[in-house]
């Protein structure tokens, strides 16, 4: 395909595509290719696209009732079910993850409207004070105009999952798609226009993080900024958001463990830790990326995660392997550099390479290291690669102490059939999501997300995400008695 053939990503404000000034080339990951030119926005288009959002705000969307936003979400959520095909497809080109990940990823896109248009039914405030002469209530107001920054990995999860709550709740979008992976963003936002959401309601803008990413986040007519990507970027989005005292959303990644106790069912288990860190090669925040399991079943475990291993089919994501290429050369060389640092803490067990694939694809083999101390790099880095790391323990205490070790808090697996443990080892890990003989959860679309400590803060996900997209009022009013 030559560059002029391309497909042209353009930002779509106030429901038009706008006309491109400039563009770079977005890459197949599964070939190293050009599959798309982008439109490379900066500080104007994202001006232009706040200046949409907030007269569809004041004129439209905040005038309108739950039940129009329901419906309005229901229709989106129709339309991307009917466009399943294409989007799974244009992420699966985009992103290299496997075809049946991005079938599962278009149909839990759909599933965030679904949930929020039935949410939004059911959020109201509250009488307060029980008060003779005194009537007091509360109101959960949108914020207005928010401003949305995510990443490569999951582009039409977290679209969807940071999106669709927004809107349910009567706030109006800009949202700034990775430069790696924005089709299937740009996309959606035009299918929910046509869907019926009033011109202006959802904008998206792309471009790199430094022009685009950066205005959005300084821009002083937002009223909430989410975010979700890399704590450095997290720490510059959050620094310039503050100078407008723009609330802010964090979702920073993780270091996530799986906590294996010896009357696992290793059935179950390996299994799906295995999945948990080779789901789209490893990129995901909340990838199971470490195995604490205890001494007594540590070799038996570890022989189970070798075969698995060693077993996986890696390949171009259209061919539907196990996993698929990494999103860039550069997240590639950041992966190897991880895996070389983690050859002299640990042992090598399976992978550490360059696996003989598709010339040009940005492929590195799942990579297993076994005694692996707690303080090396790879054990308490996020690495966003298909790289695990196992570690024993001696009993439940170091279990969660060595869970806790990192500066990260996102999610965590438990794999135990004693439920009084499993029940006190939730209820001591600092994460946000316990999953106990499971991982993961169907896109947990029901289940609040987010961050501990440096993981970040603010909740996705759940009825709680239609909380963090409102802000609460009360109203006092002075009743006389009769
Ligand atoms: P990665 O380094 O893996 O690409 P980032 O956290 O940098 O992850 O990217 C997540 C999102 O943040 C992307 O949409 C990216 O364009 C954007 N971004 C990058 N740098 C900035 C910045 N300085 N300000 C705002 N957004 C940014």
Known sequence: MTQRQLPLAEAFIEGQRIPARDTFADLDPSTGRPCARVSRCGPAEIDRAVTAARTAFEKTWRRTTAATRAAACRAVAGTLRAHRRELAELECLDTGKPISQAYTDADVAARYFDFYAGSVEALHGRTLLDHPDLLAYTLQEPHGVCGHIIPWNYPMQITARTLAPALAAGNTCVLKPAEDAPLTPLRIAELATEAGLPAGVLNAVPGTGPEAGAALAAHPGLDHLAFTGSRRTGRSVMTAAARGIVPVTLELGGKSPHLVFPDHDPAATVPRIVTSVIEHAGQNCSAGTRVLVHEGVHAQVSTALAEAFTGLRIGPGAEDPDLGPLISARQRGTVLDHIDAGRKA?????????????????????????????????????????????????????????????????????????????????????????????????????????????????????????????????????????
């Open 346 to 482: 640990a042992r090598l067990v399976v992978g550490g390479g360059v696996p003989d694939v598709a010339a040009g694809g940005f492929f590195v083999e799942p990579t297993l290291f076994d005694d692996v101390p707690p303080d090396a790099a790879i054990a308490q880095e996020e690495i966003f690669g298909p790289v695990l790391c196992v570690t024993p323990f001696g009993d439940a205490a170091e279990a969660v102490a060595l869970a806790d070790a990192t500066t990260y808090g996102l999610s965590a697996g438990v794999w135990t059939r004693d439920i009084g443990l499993a029940h006190a080892v939730a209820r001591a890990l600092r994460v946000s999501q316990v999953f106990v003989n499971t991982y993961s959860a169907a896109g947990g679309v029901e289940l609040p997300f987010g961050g501990y400590r440096q993981s970040g803060f603010g909740r996705e996900k759940g009825f709680a995400a239609l909380l963090e997209y409102t802000r609460v009022k009360a109203v006092a009013i002075q009743v006389d008695p009769l």
